[in-house]
């Protein structure tokens, strides 16, 4: 173990976790840093597909690139899409800000913890902000019975659901999200904020899209920056009904997304299948994780449909301090979850990565419960994985979803949707 250089006070800075640049600049050349902080897809794009964003690396940042809508097209005819229903932005966030704009007006409900900007945004422009706390007792599972009533008794006019949810990785099945949809039909808005969603291989088809884009007042966003590992393109998009759909992309500017995403928007149907063997890779990598963060010992690991896992640390822990240690004597960069509305610096977000990482990972949390905390931990039996919540069969055929409209639909019945949807041993 050596320390890495890197001053710690940077990490302190602002209510965002710091930027993977602002570390890399302050650990100086040559330094390395693990990134369980940023939730990424590490196995997309490949490195064929960087070596062609390198070629064409010229003409990409030299020339101007299509209009918006020309992208946005070109996506939705990727995706297998109808265009009238597809509003793409520089980011999910830019869209998060949009709709807050445009189709709030005096209420919005959504659970914590969640995505920051769900509750940030809306209190910015002054809007009331009905907060429905998920508990700890229950793994932070949502549910969406008793966060009906909520909206009902608080009155709200547009009600959010992230699936999967950022922090806690807790996904809800398909169906009982359209039963949702449906459940609150009357409100202005309904938004599913299904960022993370591609991660999850609980069940077939877990997204809502398809069921959004028929009804008056429903939203799913999608972010393809986490989905494709390239955060910093920044581009996502909305499903809607054309008119909601129509509303957004009318007042989003005419240029607004860069040369280089509408070049990978190209390169998408042509890497469908490294994708998803990406996902199918991070599948194996999530379980293998969930196996060794449960060696440390008190760690409490909650199950995830995510790239990511919430842990809760032992008691005698500090959030802060494990943050901190990580980066300064191994070189790993975490999210402590002090910051975000209905958690706690006792809270740490773990993203999902390769097994080497992971070992790096769980040997610095070893060793900072060793130093500071003089536990034997070497000689402690692993966990048997603590409390356990009851999951439910997602495979189950309800009589309310339409089919799912997919290009891979073609392909027949040769691989079965196995590699986007591998199945958990």
Known sequence: MA????????????????????????????AEIVDFCIPCNPYFPTPEMFDELTRDLKSILKYYPSDSATITKKLASVLGLHPQTVAMANGSTELITWIDHLLVKESLAIPIPTFGRWTDQPLETGKRVDMFPLQERDGFRLDL?????????????????????????????????????????????????????????AERYPSVGPDAVIRP????????????????????????????????AKMLPKWNLNSLAEKV??????HEMEYEESLRLLSRDRRTMGRELQRIPGLQ??????????VKLPTEWSGVALRDYMVANHGIMTRECGNKLGMTSQFMRLVVRPAADVDRLVDGMLDYAQRFHGRSVYDTEPLDGGRRWNTESYEEKPDNLIPYPTQRADRGNDREYTARRAAVS
Do not use: W
């Open 3 to 30: 320390r890495t250089g890197i001053d710690t006070s940077i990490l302190h800075k602002g209510a965002h976790s710091a930027s993977y640049f602002d570390l890399a600049r302050a650990a100086g050349e040559g």
């Open 145 to 201: 019975e008793e966060y009906v009533e909520f909206i009902r008794e608080r009155r709200s006019k547009v009600a959010v659901v992230c699936n999967v949810n950022n922090p806690d990785g807790n996904y809800l099945p398909r169906r009982d999200v359209i039963r949702f949809m449906d459940a609150l039909s009357d409100l202005d808005l309904v938004v599913i904020d299904e960022s993370f969603i591609d991660f999850s291989d």
């Open 217 to 248: 007042n429903a939203v799913v966003l999608k972010s393809l920056g986490k989905n494709f590992g390239l955060h910093g393109i920044r581009f996502g998009y909305l499903l809607a009904n054309p008119a909601i759909a129509g509303k957004i």
């Open 265 to 270: 928007v190209h390169m998408i149907s042509d």
């Open 301 to 310: 690991v909650f199950p995830s449909q995510g790239n990511f896992f919430l």
